[in-house]
C-alpha cells in the first residue's frame, strides 16, 4: 500500500487532512469571496445583505445569481427559479456520497448537507474512492474541509464588503475570472467519460448562445438541456455495451 493511500483513523489528523487538500480550491476561491462582496455593495445593496447570506446560505454560485438578478430587477420567481437549478447539481453530490455518510446521524448528516459545495465534494471524494477515508472517519475530513471553506467564505465576503464601500469600481477590476478558474478545475478530473463531455459541451455551447436572453434564463435553460443530454447519452452508451456484450 502506498504512502499516499494509507488509511487515516483518528478524527483530528481527518480534519486537518480535510482542510489541508482542500487549500488549492480555497486559495482559488479567496478571489471569489472578494468580489462577491463588493459586488453587492456595489449594486446598492445594504452591507449586511451579503454578509447575511454567505453565513446562512454559503452556495456562491447561487449568490452571485441572485445578486446579478436583484440587480437585473428580475421577478422573485424568476430569482427562486434561477438559484433553485443552480443548486440542483447538490442533489447529485448527495446522491453520490449517500453511501459514505447513511451510518450517520441525522445530526452530522444534516450539518454535511448545509457544507455540501462543489470544492469540498471534490476535494474528500477521491480519498473515500481510493480508501485514504473509510467511514469512521471521512466525516470528519469532509467537515474539516468544509469549515476551512466556509470560514474563507464569510472572512473574504467581508473584505469585499468593506472593500467594496471605500474603492469605487472594484467589479471592474476581473477578479470574477477566479470563479470561472475554480470551477473549472473542479470539472476537469470528470470529464473522462462521454456523458460528462456530453454535459460539459451541451450546457457549455448553450449558455454562449442563449447569453443575451433576459433575467439570465439562458444559464436556466443550458442547465436543464445540458443534464437532459448527459443522461440521454448515458442511456444511450449503457445500451450500447449492453448489446455489445450479448453479441457472439
Same mark, same amino acid.
Not at 116 to 124: C, F, G, K, R
Not at 127 to 130: A, G, K, M, P, V
Given at each position: 500500500m502506498s504512502v499516499n493511500t494509507v488509511p487515516i483513523l483518528h478524527k483530528w489528523p481527518a480534519m486537518r487532512f480535510g482542510a489541508l487538500v482542500s487549500l488549492p480550491m480555497i486559495? /482559488?476561491?479567496? *478571489?471569489? /469571496?472578494?468580489?462577491? /462582496?463588493?459586488?453587492?455593495?456595489s449594486q446598492g445593496l445594504p452591507l449586511w445583505v451579503p454578509m447575511a447570506m454567505s453565513f446562512f446560505v454559503f452556495a456562491g454560485s447561487a449568490q452571485f445569481v441572485a445578486i446579478g438578478l436583484l440587480a437585473a430587477g428580475a421577478p422573485l420567481w424568476v430569482i427562486i427559479s434561477t438559484t433553485f437549478i443552480v443548486n440542483l447539481r447538490h442533489l447529485l453530490y448527495a446522491a453520490d456520497f449517500m453511501k459514505y455518510v447513511r451510518h450517520l446521524s441525522l445530526k452530522w448528516r444534516a450539518l454535511m448537507a448545509f457544507g455540501?459545495?462543489?470544492?469540498? #465534494?471534490? $476535494? @474528500?471524494t477521491p #480519498? #473515500?474512492?481510493?480508501g485514504r477515508l473509510h467511514l469512521e472517519v471521512g466525516h470528519w475530513a469532509y467537515l474539516g474541509s468544509f469549515l476551512a471553506f466556509y470560514t474563507i467564505w464569510n472572512v473574504t465576503t467581508f473584505l469585499g464588503v468593506v472593500a467594496g464601500k471605500y474603492i469605487p469600481n472594484m467589479s471592474q477590476w476581473g477578479l470574477e475570472f477566479a470563479m470561472v478558474a475554480t470551477f473549472l478545475g473542479i470539472i476537469t478530473p470528470y470529464l473522462r467519460s462521454l456523458p460528462y463531455w456530453t454535459v460539459f459541451l451541451v450546457s457549455g455551447?448553450? $449558455? @454562449? @448562445?442563449? #447569453?443575451?436572453? *433576459? &433575467? &439570465?434564463? /439562458?444559464?436556466?435553460? $443550458?442547465a436543464l438541456l445540458g443534464v437532459a443530454a448527459g443522461l440521454l447519452s448515458e442511456q444511450v452508451q449503457t445500451r450500447f455495451k449492453s448489446s455489445a456484450e450479448v453479441q457472439p
Open positions: 486559495i /482559488g476561491n479567496m *478571489p471569489f /469571496g472578494f468580489i462577491f /462582496g463588493s459586488l453587492a455593495v455540501l459545495i462543489d470544492e469540498t #465534494y471534490a $476535494a @474528500v #480519498y #473515500y474512492q481510493n455551447g448553450l $449558455a @454562449v @448562445v442563449l #447569453y443575451n436572453l *433576459p &433575467n &439570465n434564463l /439562458g444559464m436556466l435553460i $443550458a
